[in-house]
Nanobody
Framework: QVQLVESGGGLVQPGGSLRLDCAAA???????????MGWYRQAPGKQRELVAD???????RYTDSVKGRFTISRDNAKNTVYLQMNSLKPEDTAVYYC??????????WGQGTLVTVSS
């Protein structure tokens, strides 16, 4: 089906930056039908929440807490979605999960990559 390979997580100081990458691979029957790609996160003691997502045509949405700091983008030729995270705060600490959606509607999730913002 679809395998999502995430990279870019790690430890960063408050105010720092990280870029998360998520590359989708697998059967072309699924890869060629990806619509929305996005990032979710789950912080300790909290439910998983949408961080940002982006449609095939480039429409984006962000959770309010990251607006102005994070930027989501995608490269359709590479089947890759990126999350540029700037001005990171301790409250951004979470496991970040890549999600892709195909049509007919299916969801695929990455394994998660840990982002820790701490001094």
């Amino acid at each position: 089906q679809v395998q999502l390979v995430e990279s870019g997580g790690g430890l960063v100081q408050p105010g720092g930056s990280l870029r998360l990458d998520c590359a989708a691979a697998g059967s072309s029957d699924y890869i060629n039908r990806i619509t929305t790609m996005g990032w979710y996160r789950q912080a300790p003691g909290k439910q998983r929440e949408l961080v940002a997502d982006i449609t095939r045509s480039g429409s984006t949405r962000y959770t309010d807490s990251v607006k102005g700091r994070f930027t989501i983008s995608r490269d359709n030729a590479k089947n890759t979605v990126y999350l540029q995270m700037n001005s990171l705060k301790p409250e951004d600490t979470a496991v970040y999960y890549c999600k892709v959606v195909t049509y007919p509607y299916r969801e695929f999730w990455g394994q998660g990559t840990l982002v820790t913002v701490s001094s």
